[in-house]
């Protein structure tokens, strides 16, 4: 599969992540660079894939209506998040072929964030791109470099750390 067949709608999405609204951050996956042999899911081997993605903003998500009613801005909890939903998907090319059952089986749970840094506010109307790479993959810890810009300009940046885990709570 090329790099170019990783244009993720909606549908597509919700057929990966668990989330659902308003919990579901992610409009549209732009791009996904997949590492090497997409049927070796080897840690060593994840390292430097790259995903973009993007959440549209829009005045009529709930939190708007208290964050503030004066002068809406995104909440940066809101940001981080979306930035864990978009590192879910580094292992989408890898999951693509049997996605019902390995979306099922298992789940990213977000478990730190180091190095947060909120640039300028982002409002309704902006859309908000968000770029991660796989940095570190030992066992099922995985750390994501995240960088949110709007309009080229950066908003945000974070380093995410996420335990994939069974369902079930398999969490060792």
Known sequence: MSEN????????????????????YVDRILEIHPQGDLNDMAPEKMVGVRVVGIKNVSYNEPFFQGHFPSFSILPGVVILETMAQVSCFSLYPYMCRNID???RDFQCIMVGVDGVRFRRPVVPGDTLRVETVVTKCRGRLWGFRCEATVDGQKVAE???LANLIANGGDSK
């Open 5 to 24: 067949a990783y244009k993720l709608n909606i549908d597509d999405i919700r057929r990966f992540l668990p989330h659902r609204a308003p919990f579901l």
């Open 101 to 103: 059952r390995l979306s």
């Open 158 to 160: 974070a380093d995410i």
